[in-house]
C-alpha cells in the first residue's frame, strides 16, 4: 500500500487533535480566569533504510497565552482578581502551590479560605484559616481583616494575607488540570508590589471569533487529508488492476 496513505493518515488525526484544543478554548470562554492554550502543527521527517523523502505532521501545545483578561464586577467581596502582572497562590490537588489570576473565595465549614472550586489559598504559612467572623475584608496588598463576633464594626483584626508572586511567565507552564505551575527551582516568593482588586473576577482570554475561525480551517484541512486517503486509495485500486492485466 502506498505510504502516502500513512502520511495523509497522520495528518487527519493530528487535525482532530487540533481541533480538540481549539474547541476547548472555546468551551472556556465564560470561564472566569481561563487562559487559552496555543496549537501549531509541524513536519516530522520520517527515517528508515533510504531518504526521509516523506513527513508525517504533528500537532502540538507550544504554550499557553497569558494575556490577561478583562475585569467584571460582581459586587462580592470576596470575589478577587489580580490588577496587572501576577499571580495568586493556591494550593492544588496534589499538595503543589499552583497559581490562579482570579478567585470566588469562600470559607468552609472548617474556616479554611477556599477558591470557587475547592483548593484552599495560601497565606504567609500554608493555606488560611479564618476565625469565627461577622465580615471579612481583604485589602489591596492582600490584607486579610475580620470583624470577630460580637466586635464593635469599627474593631477588626488582620488574619493573615494572600501569597501574590509575581514571577517570569516564561517560567510559568499550564498543567492538565488547568493551573498554572511554577516550573523553575526553588519556590516563588511573595512579592509586595501585586495588587488585588476586590468585587471583581478576570474573565476568560479567549477570542471566541478566532477560535472558531481556526475550527473552520483545520475542518477543511481534514477534509483534504480524507480526499488523500481516497486519492490512495484509487492508485492501489488501479496498480492491481494493471497487475491483473499483465
Known sequence: MDKML??????AHQN?????????NLANV?????RRDFEQARSMPIFGDGYPARVYAMSERPGTDF?????????????????GQGWLAVQAADGSEAYVRTASLNV???????????????????????????????????TISIRA???????????????????D???????????????GDGAVEADATVQITSGFLESSNVNAVTEMTAMLSLSRQ?????KMMRTAEDNAASMARLLQMT
Not at 68 to 83: H, M, N, S
Open 67 to 83: 494575556t490577561p483578561g478583562t475585569l467584571q464586577e460582581t459586587g462580592r467581596d470576596l470575589d478577587v482578581a489580580i490588577g
Open 149 to 167: 463576633l460580637g466586635e464593635a464594626p469599627s474593631v477588626l483584626a488582620e488574619v493573615d494575607r494572600l501569597k501574590l508572586v509575581n514571577p
Open 6 to 11: 500513512y502520511v495523509s493518515m497522520t495528518g
Open 16 to 24: 482532530t487533535l487540533a481541533q480538540r484544543a481549539h474547541a476547548n
Open 30 to 34: 465564560s470561564t472566569t480566569g481561563f
Open 108 to 142: 468552609d465549614a472548617l474556616g479554611v479560605l477556599r477558591t470557587g472550586n475547592g483548593l484552599p489559598v495560601m497565606g504567609n504559612a500554608g493555606p488560611i484559616a479564618i476565625p469565627p467572623e461577622q465580615k471579612i475584608e481583604i485589602g489591596q496588598d492582600g
Open 169 to 183: 511567565l516564561k517560567q510559568m507552564e499550564k498543567g492538565t488540570d488547568g493551573l498554572i505551575r511554577f516550573k
Open 222 to 226: 481534514f477534509e483534504l487529508q480524507v
